[in-house]
């Protein structure tokens, strides 16, 4: 049976295909893709300019598209590194191996909501997924850079439940004084109810040739001096280290393993010549597109059930709750290796997948000049971006918290009293379109020292779900025992590939 794919436009689907080479910008039209010969072909177009949702200043990432241009189809931006002489409306096929990168801006929030180097089968189905799936996912933070409120990232991700409330350190990477305040928005896009507790603004003035980063309990640490992995294994073969070298999104996305009774893992090597006791892990790192498309997926077998099942959730203890996710690789797990035996150190949350986080995590080392670090995950649930060990003593820096002078939600209400403290007065933005816009005093910057800002936040969310049909039980019983998600994943990924009905979905409408 041939491949060769006519995608059909699902209902309501608006998209644009700008295809890069160079400086140059076409339009691709009347798509279609050929999974036999591995190709992309379309009828090329002239480029409006009236198209672009968004277009990065150099040196800058992320951002929101001005209101004005809400009313846009979402942009898929396909880079191919061959030139392209074809004339205006003749047929253009582009291999897979020549692209590059692709890249989406969502038509709902302007922002770049994926972006892939390095494109490969895998890759184009992702991008299947990110058009057409109902994004999970949490509170969204924008900061004022001093042009704009630029996207920076998620809160309290995967604090689904009341009891999977949790205090949630995001490293703010652009935030700037304007006029003696810091300024920040969170903001509901997504069908779900948000309820946060607490805000606070940490700001830590430190060395400049120093970088700062937070453990997840909200210890600083300082690094220097990094050093970079000097060899990688899976599966206790040897593998590139090119993945964990730079934040360069070219990720490591654990799934090279295929065993339903395992899940995937990476180690990595460290040189310590300084037989420091103590390291300081520095990763990069999001969760992946796939591992919200799946855990929907998986919810979508409960049916009409799934709002009775997510009410006797809300009653289970937190380390029950806690236990099942850590049994199906959900977390990000954490190893040293100690006299030859893997040493749990511990589970790193969910950060979501639409912004990737650096965070750190401090590690007890025997005085060995090397060190071997086990990171594992259900199968293709993270994506690793970068990965470094640090060995210097932490600096001297000086942090103040602050509190938000003023809170008020899009309809100008203050509502300042419910984020100073931990007391379940919550701020519950029910609705898409609720925003929190918050005011922080601005604090100097000390001589020969430089900023960086933690965005503390207390809360949970819930998803809006109204899911139909009959519970398929015999399948969900099956997901107590461990690993059952890993398993599931792998699966799914399967069928997804294998059905060539999931790749006609990236059809695009032109308007």
């Given amino acids: 049976m041939s491949s060769k794919i006519k995608p059909e436009t699902p209902k309501g689907q608006t998209k644009y295909i700008i295809v890069h080479f160079g400086d140059e910008k076409r339009h691709l039209s009347n798509v279609t893709f050929n999974e036999d010969t591995k190709e992309v072909s379309g009828t090329l177009q002239e480029f409006d300019e ?13 951002g929101k598209y001005k209101k004005s241009k809400s009313n846009k189809p979402a942009e898929v931006h396909i880079y191919t590194n061959k030139a392209i002489t074809n004339s205006i409306g003749s047929q253009l096929t582009i291999p897979y191996s020549d692209i590059s990168k692709v890249e989406l801006y969502d038509s709902d929030s302007g922002r770049a909501v994926m972006s892939v180097v390095g494109i490969t089968l895998g890759a184009i189905v992702l991008l299947t997924i990110i058009i057409l799936a109902t994004k999970s996912s949490c509170p969204f933070v924008y900061v004022d850079d001093g042009e704009t409120y630029a996207f920076n990232g998620e809160i309290y991700p995967g604090a689904i439940l009341p009891n999977l409330e949790r205090d949630d350190y995001l490293k703010l990477n652009r935030l700037k ?9 969170i903001t509901n896009e997504l069908k779900e109810i948000q309820n946060t507790d607490l805000t606070e603004l940490i700001v830590v003035n430190h060395p400049k040739n120093s970088l700062v980063l937070m453990d997840q309990k909200g210890e600083i640490y300082t690094l220097q001096n990094e050093k970079q992995p000097i060899n990688a294994y899976c599966n206790d073969f040897k593998v590139s280290t090119k993945p964990f070298l730079t934040a360069d999104k070219d990720y490591y996305s654990f799934n090279t393993s295929e065993s339903i009774n395992n899940p995937n893992e990476v180690v990595l090597e460290f040189d310590n010549t300084q037989k420091s006791n103590i390291g300081k892990l520095h990763l990069n790192l999001k969760n992946t597109y796939w ?5 929907g997926k998986f919810n979508e077998q409960f049916g009409s059930y799934y709002n009775t099942f997510h009410k006797k959730q809300r009653k289970l203890p937190k380390e029950t709750c806690e236990k099942w996710r850590s049994n199906q690789y959900i977390p990000l797990a954490v190893y040293v290796k100690e006299n030859n035996e893997w040493k749990f150190i511990e589970n790193i949350n969910t950060v979501g997948p639409l912004s990737a986080r650096d965070i750190v995590v401090p590690v007890s080392l025997s005085a060995g000049e090397k060190v071997q670090i086990k990171l594992v995950s259900g199968y293709m ?4 971006d970068y990965a470094g060990m640090d060995f210097s003593k932490n600096e001297s820096i000086k942090k103040t918290t602050l ?6 939600d899009e309809n100008g209400k203050d509502v300042t009293a419910l984020l100073l403290e931990k007391d ?6 029910p609705s898409i379109g609720n925003e929190v816009t918050l005011n922080f005093a601005a604090v100097k910057v000390g001589p020969n020292s430089k900023q960086s800002f933690f965005f503390k936040t207390n809360g949970y969310y819930e998803y809006i779900r109204d899911y139909k049909g009959i519970p398929n039980f015999a399948k969900l019983k099956t997901f107590r025992e461990k690993g059952a998600l890993n398993a599931y994943s ?11 009905k999931n790749l006609s979905l990236i059809a695009l409408k032109d308007e």
């Fill in 490 to 500: 792998i699966e799914l990924y399967k069928d997804f590939v294998s059905d060539s």
């Fill in 50 to 62: 009236s198209h672009n949702l968004y277009q990065p200043k150099p040196g800058k990432t992320g």
């Fill in 424 to 429: 379940n007065k919550y701020l519950i933005q």
């Fill in 381 to 384: 649930f993270w994506d690793l």
């Fill in 291 to 295: 591992m919200d498309y799946m855990y």
């Fill in 177 to 185: 004084d304007s006029n003696g305040f810091y300024n920040l928005k």
């Fill in 403 to 408: 509190k938000p002078t003023t809170a008020t």
